[in-house]
């Protein structure tokens, strides 16, 4: 990691820290060869807690393996099909897409962007080529970082 992209890092998780369940991040991707920006929240225990279990009991993965899955197979995609292509959500078991479906509704802010949560709903439900499942590991991701930055800040800054 280069000395620019540690103080990045430093300065996304002390922004975390400050700004908690408040925090926002503008996500960008690429759908059907447009920029699309969504804005995604961390999601609150009462939300993520029951995605991490019912991922644990069901799948016998935890948010971090998911992430990771979901990335391997966008490297495939992109690999076969260029910059920007969609997701083989056939490779993925049904649970596993309706838990990341449902962190992606739960974690896209549509308030932040002028919707309302029943336009976050419907838009998520009719994404087609694994969009939807690609949010929901952008928003497990953030809830990750969002626990770093919680280590973060009860370990102060220990490792400066």
Known sequence: MTDETTEKSRSTLMDMVVRGKDYRHTHEFEMFGETVEVVLRPLVDAEFLPITALMQELLNIDEEEAVEQIREAKEDAEAEGGEGAPIDVS?????FVKLMQKAAKLGVDG???GHSQEEVDWMVDNMVGGYSVELGGEVLDLAGNIRDAERFRRNGF???
């Open 91 to 95: 490779q993925f078991d049904e649970d």
């Open 111 to 113: 308030e932040s962007m």
């Open 158 to 160: 220990r490792d400066r």
